[in-house]
């Protein structure tokens, strides 16, 4: 694995990222800020408590969440449009010694760093609202829910940056797609909420396992192995398909 490659393509994007940090730190603070005062300050004395802690605790991990995943699907998703369409530089990585596995790496890493920024810009936010307690080590085991969450985002954004031609369809797919699949996932409610033959399919989905085993991890320090597995298992087969997909781009 050529690591000085895949190194000079993240810190590429790091700088990228530092020219625009303050500009995009606004914007990607303010939805789940609104999100969060709508839901989480304003409807919690009619909510009450959910799964035992009050609505605003609920919603907060998940909107934070929301918030470095998404980071990480546009950061892979633009980019690789923006090379591919605009500026044309992908053409050169044709030949340079850098592989397409290597590439998507980067872009790995790369998703996962803007995640974490932006994420933690967001929870700041959020604890200064509302200040929350938790442990260290549930930090710990909230991370290891984010980083195949930021993989699998990322991986999806490459192939969809690689496959779409038209910023249109960009933004179709997140708002028809991945949204949908954000919000059923128990952003904002309890997945007992749904029918019992239904729960079952939801906890299936990737994002249910993200979602719902990070909140658990980070507020309640619970590891729920299966939905770890899950986040794994879907990011290897998402990364094989991203690079894939990315190399048959080339070769065409």
């Known amino acids: 694995m050529n690591v000085k490659g895949t190194v000079a393509i993240w810190y590429r994007d790091m700088l990228v990222l530092k020219r625009s940090i303050w500009s995009e730190?606004?914007?990607?603070i303010a939805t789940p800020l609104t999100f969060y005062l709508a839901f989480g300050v304003g409807m919690r004395r009619y909510i009450g408590l959910v799964d035992g802690i009050s609505y605003s605790l609920f919603i907060a991990p998940g909107l934070i969440t929301m918030t470095a995943v998404l980071a990480a699907y546009?950061?892979?998703v633009w980019s690789l449009w923006f090379h591919r369409r605009v500026q044309f530089t992908i053409e050169s990585y044709r030949v340079t010694p850098v592989t397409v596995s290597e590439i998507v790496i980067a872009k790995i890493f790369s998703g996962f760093s803007h995640g974490l920024i932006k994420g933690l810009m967001v929870a700041i936010t959020i604890f200064i609202i509302t200040p929350f307690k938790f442990e260290p080590l549930n930090l710990l085991l909230y991370i290891l829910f984010l980083i195949p969450g930021s993989a699998i985002f990322t991986c999806i954004g490459v192939i969809g940056g690689t496959?779409?031609?038209?910023?249109?369809?960009?933004?179709?797919?997140?708002?028809?797609f991945i949204m949908p699949l954000i919000f059923m996932s128990g952003l904002f409610f309890p997945?007992?909420?749904y029918p019992a033959n239904v729960i079952p399919?939801?906890?299936?989905?990737?994002?249910?396992?993200?979602?719902e085993g990070s909140r658990q991890a980070l507020v309640h320090g619970n590891f729920i192995f299966?939905?770890?597995?899950?986040?794994?298992?879907?990011?290897?087969?998402?990364?094989?398909?991203?690079?894939?997909t990315f190399r048959r781009r080339l070769t065409e």
């Open 226 to 244: 299966p939905f770890v597995l899950n986040l794994y298992i879907t990011a290897i087969i998402l990364f094989t398909a991203a690079v894939l």
């Open 191 to 193: 997945l007992s909420s």
């Open 74 to 76: 546009n950061e892979s």
């Open 25 to 28: 730190m606004i914007a990607v």
């Open 201 to 211: 399919i939801i906890s299936w989905l990737p994002t249910t396992a993200l979602f």
């Open 163 to 176: 496959m779409l031609d038209k910023p249109e369809t960009i933004g179709r797919v997140e708002a028809v």
